[in-house]
């Protein structure tokens, strides 16, 4: 087919993406055509005027090529950021809403100063050349629809001598040679949508002119007494492609980018979308996922989505359970599981469970990994050299149609799955290559079919358990023993009972008697021992008061013979005729009375010793 032919059938089919984004995959040659002939073609035919305006003609082609112009003509590259918010139903907003598209009408680009002052942008980049569609609205944050997610596209006429291409750090990438720019592009974490070349962020303090208090909009995104306002954030690729996320509360009064699109722009021409994409991951991820899941979203491959999800199916459909797979009787259903009627044979299987588990988990690792065993083994997967079944093209639908029938079927295999890897595993196959159908639903069936098996084992073994313990408790009660703190005597011995089938029920009980025989003896010699340690202390306490006491009477003695030695007078109100203690004065401290009294040799008769002094006299 010569390239007139090819660039003929190409312009008949319209210039839509859906059909046009498979055929350079086709051969080489229709490769060759479409890049020199079909995306100029198309370009100049879509928006001449903004191709004539911007100085690209057949011999002077865009920075990045004419693919990466028709794709910015016709493709919304959706949000870049990870930032949450708040959608109309009140619900943390998914990412699904974020994603690119190809809009079904083309909105055109507007130019002029009034576009970087919507974009609030600063005075020294008011002066560049912008060319920006209107805003393409992702999501309202609130039920008024006043609050919106907007994204909008564009690109700098005369990049490299831009204000914007000095500030954000692109004009490194616009001097490099042809190779430091491929090595920049390779190395950069993110790349522009539509050409591939590094993206620089357009930081906010130094490209915008945002008020302080509407820096942080998600604080009052419901606030509807603010005026209106906006929150722009903004990306620049090294070949001048712009991209802008706003956030913000507009109304007719103060509109945003609302100008009329050149002339000669694309305006208003209708393309035939697809949207696969969206419509399989609504149905095999309903729920709202986190926005790390956006990545994976945008990494399905819509020209091989459909083959997938009927590769998938057919699997599904077509497998057969493997008896005895793993070489040690695993039984084909699982009601053969009946056949295990007692607690030493589903002991027994749990285990092994466990490691099957294991075995097959590691097995579909090592495949998504590329390390295969050979297929003799008896646990690998019939492979058939990577994804080659998946390259059987039988009668399939066009690529951008979604199988319905086929995704029900994958979406019950998900919904069904016991083990939750399904939606794990089906969407690594569905974004990636790294594996075959074959070995996701051989994975999946036989893990669930696994996860099942050890889940009713686990219930009999409860059951088993509850049982004997059951039976336990009621012969530990008729023997006379009773819970203590909630407890038995021995609560080991009950658990090992419980738990192993091979313990005597009459062992249990005497191992609960010999506890509280011993819990007794026990009890017993501790009574004793603090017997013996009070006695001990009591005598030591009796020895010591008489101790106390022997030392007093020495002391008195030795100062009465102190006393008689020195002459002292005699105290004769004594009782006994002994020395007075009290060795300072004459005052006479009589052990009759237990007092002092200095009257009692100064000649005056006090009360307590008048008997003594008439007797004296």
Not at 9 to 14: I, K, T, V, Y
Not at 372 to 378: F, G, N, T
Request: hydrophobic share 35%; aromatic share 8%; proline share 4%.
């Amino acid at each position: 087919m010569t390239e007139e032919r090819l660039a003929m059938l190409n312009r008949m089919l319209n210039g839509a993406p859906v059909h046009l984004a498979a055929l350079p995959s086709v051969c080489k040659a229709w490769r060759g055509v479409m890049q020199e002939i079909t995306w100029q073609q198309l370009c100049l035919e879509i928006a001449p005027g903004l191709c004539e305006r911007m100085g690209y003609d057949v011999t002077d082609k865009p920075p990045g090529g004419w693919l990466a112009l028709l794709k910015l003509l016709l493709y919304c590259p959706g949000m870049r950021f990870d930032r949450g918010y708040i959608n109309k139903d009140g619900e943390e907003g998914g990412f699904l809403e974020l994603m690119g598209h190809v809009q079904g009408k083309v909105c055109g680009f507007q130019t002029g100063r009034v576009v970087a002052k919507d974009l609030l942008l600063k005075e020294p980049f008011q002066h560049d050349c912008l060319f920006v569609t209107p805003l393409c609205r992702h999501a309202w944050l609130d039920r008024d629809k006043k609050l919106a997610v907007c994204a909008c596209r564009g690109m700098v006429w005369d990049f490299p001598y831009s204000a914007i291409a000095k500030e954000s750090g692109a004009i490194r990438y616009v001097e490099a040679s042809p190779q430091e720019q491929q090595l920049m592009s390779s190395a950069a974490k993110c790349r522009c949508t539509y050409c591939g070349t590094p993206v620089f962020v357009l930081q906010e303090v130094v490209f915008f002119n945002i008020q302080e208090k509407f820096r942080h909009w998600w604080q009052r995104v419901f606030d509807r007494c603010l005026p209106d306002w906006s929150d722009i954030t903004g990306q620049v690729c090294g070949n001048g492609h712009l991209t802008f996320e706003v956030f913000g509360k507009r109304s007719k009064r103060a509109p945003f980018l609302s100008g009329k699109p050149m002339a000669g722009s694309g305006q208003g021409l209708v393309v035939e979308t697809s949207g696969v994409i969206k419509k399989v991951y609504k149905e095999l991820m309903p729920e709202p996922l986190d926005f790390c899941e956006l990545d994976v979203c945008r990494n399905l491959n819509p020209y091989t989505l459909s083959r997938k999800l009927t590769r998938l199916a057919t699997e599904i459909r077509d497998f057969v359970w493997d008896e005895c797979e793993d070489g040690e009787g695993m039984p084909e259903e699982l009601g053969c599981v009946d056949n295990f009627n007692t607690m030493s044979d589903v002991i027994e299987w749990i285990p092994r469970l466990e490691t099957r588990i294991n075995e097959i988990i590691q097995i579909y690792n090592n495949s998504t990994a590329g390390i295969y065993k050979d297929s003799s083994d008896k646990d690998s997967f019939d492979r058939r050299s990577e994804s080659a079944e998946d390259e059987e093209f039988c009668e399939e639908l066009p690529f951008w149609r979604v199988p319905w029938a086929d995704l029900g079927v994958v979406k019950r295999l998900q919904d069904t799955s016991v083990t939750g890897r399904a939606a794990q595993t089906i969407g690594g196959y569905l974004c990636h290559d790294t594996s075959s159908a074959k070995i996701v639903v051989s994975a999946n069936i036989r893990l669930d079919r696994l996860c099942s098996f050890q889940y009713w084992a686990e219930r009999r073994l409860e059951r088993y358990e509850k049982e004997r313990k059951e039976e336990i408790e009621a012969a530990l009660t008729e023997a006379g023993l009773q819970k203590r703190g909630g407890d038995w005597p021995f609560p080991e011995g009950v658990q090992s009972y419980i738990k192993d089938p091979n313990v005597p029920l009459e062992d249990a009980i005497d191992r609960q008697q010999q506890f509280l025989l011993k819990e007794k003896e026990k009890r017993a010699a501790e009574r004793a021992q603090r017997r013996n340690e009070t006695a001990l202390r009591r005598a030591e306490q009796e020895a010591k008061v008489a101790e106390r006491k022997a030392l007093r009477e020495r002391k008195k003695a030795a100062e009465r013979v102190f006393r008689a030695s020195q002459g002292l007078v005699v105290c004769r109100g004594t009782s006994d005729g002994k020395s007075c203690n009290n060795l300072g004065s004459e005052a006479c401290a009589l052990s009759a009375c237990g007092n002092c009294c200095r009257t009692y040799t100064m000649g005056v008769v006090c009360g307590r010793h008048r008997r003594l002094r008439i007797a004296d006299l």
